[in-house]
C-alpha cells in the first residue's frame, strides 16, 4: 500500500526524467477518465515538475495547470522508456516526453486542473514530515498538541490533517520504535515522546524513499530470512524481535485500520 515515501520518490524520479520536457503523447484510456479530457488538454505541454504532497502526486505543467493523482490503495505511477510499449493492464494515464512515459495504473483519484484550481484534500493536510523545510520532530510535537487528547495515538498518525506521509505500516512500527503503546490517548504524550514519533516516522520515510521497493523498517541479521522486513506490522501471534511476547493486532479508528503493536514494549 502507498505510504508517504511512494509519493516522494516517485516526485524525485519523475522530477529527474521529465522536468522541462515537451509531452509528445498523453493517452487516457480509462473511461471514467473521459469527460476531462485530459490529452486535448494537456496536447503540448510541458512538465514543470512533479512534487509530492504527503501522499498526493501533483504534475506541473507549464500551462499552470496540475495534474493531482492520489493512489489510494491500490493505484501505482511507473516510470517507462519512450523506446519501450507502456504495459496496457490497468492503465489509467500515460504521459510521455521524447525519453520517458509516466504512466499511471489503476487510478483511483485523478483530476486535471485548470491555473489556480486547488487539488482537493491537498489544503488541509498537516505538514509534511518530508517537507522541504520541515522539522519533522517540532511538527509532530506541535501539532500532536492540537489533536483532541482522548483520540489514540495510533489513529492520530494516520490522519493526514494532523501530519502527512504515514500510512498503515509506518503508523505501526514508529509506535513501536518508539515504544509507545498506539491505544494509548494523545494527550498522555510528553512533548519528548511526540517528538520522537514524528522523527522516527520521517526516518522511516526518508528510508523508503532512498531504498524503493516494497517497506523495509528492519533489518534481519545475517543468516535470518532476507523477507522478513518489519518489526510489528503483519507479524500478529509471532513473538517480538525484541521480547517474545507474541504481537497483537486488531482495527483501529474509525476506518478500522489494523495495528500492530507489542504488548511489553509498548507502554
Ligand atoms: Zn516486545
Known amino acids: 500500500m502507498p505510504e508517504g515515501q511512494v509519493s516522494h520518490r516517485n516526485a524525485i524520479r519523475f522530477t ?25 488538454r494537456l496536447a503540448g505541454d510541458r512538465i514543470e515538475v ?3 504532497a504527503g501522499k498526493h502526486h501533483l504534475f506541473r505543467f507549464a500551462s499552470g495547470r496540475t495534474l493531482h493523482s492520489h493512489l489510494v490503495m491500490s493505484g501505482v505511477w511507473r516510470l517507462v522508456p519512450a523506446t519501450r510499449p507502456i504495459p ?12 520517458w512515459t509516466a504512466a499511471q495504473y489503476r487510478g483511483p483519484l485523478m483530476r486535471l486542473l485548470e491555473p489556480g484550481e ?4 491537498v489544503g488541509a493536510l498537516g505538514p509534511d514530515l518530508l517537507g522541504e523545510g520541515v522539522d519533522p520532530a517540532a511538527a509532530a510535537a506541535d501539532r500532536l498538541r492540537r489533536v483532541d487528547p482522548g483520540r489514540q495515538v495510533g489513529d492520530a498518525l494516520m490522519d493526514q490533517r494532523v501530519v502527512a506521509g504515514i500510512g498503515n505500516v509506518y503508523k505501526s ?5 518508539c515504544g509507545i503503546d498506539p491505544w494509548r490517548a494523545v494527550g498522555s504524550l510528553s512533548p519528548e515522546e511526540a517528538a520522537a514519533l514524528g522523527a522516527t516516522a520521517a526516518r522511516l520515510l526518508g528510508e523508503g524513499v532512498r531504498d524503493g521497493g516494497p517497506i523495509r ?8 530470512p532476507p523477507r522478513e ?8 501471534g509471532r513473538p517480538c524481535r525484541r521480547c517474545g511476547t507474541p504481537v ?4 483501529q479508528g474509525d476506518a478500522n485500520r489494523t495495528t500492530y503493536w507489542c504488548p511489553t514494549c509498548q507502554r
Open 16 to 40: 529527474r526524467a521529465m522536468a522541462g520536457r515537451p509531452l509528445v503523447r498523453v493517452l487516457a484510456p480509462e473511461p471514467r477518465l473521459g469527460p476531462q479530457r485530459i490529452p486535448e
Open 217 to 224: 523498517t528492519y533489518r534481519p541479521p545475517l543468516g535470518a
Open 88 to 99: 496496457p493492464g490497468g492503465l489509467w494515464l500515460a504521459l510521455s516526453t521524447p525519453e
Open 173 to 177: 512500527e514508529t509506535c513501536f520504535l
Open 229 to 236: 522486513r518489519t518489526w510489528v506490522y503483519g507479524r500478529r
Open 118 to 121: 486547488r487539488p482537493a484534500g
Open 50 to 52: 512533479v512534487e509530492a
Open 248 to 251: 497483537r493486532s486488531r482495527g
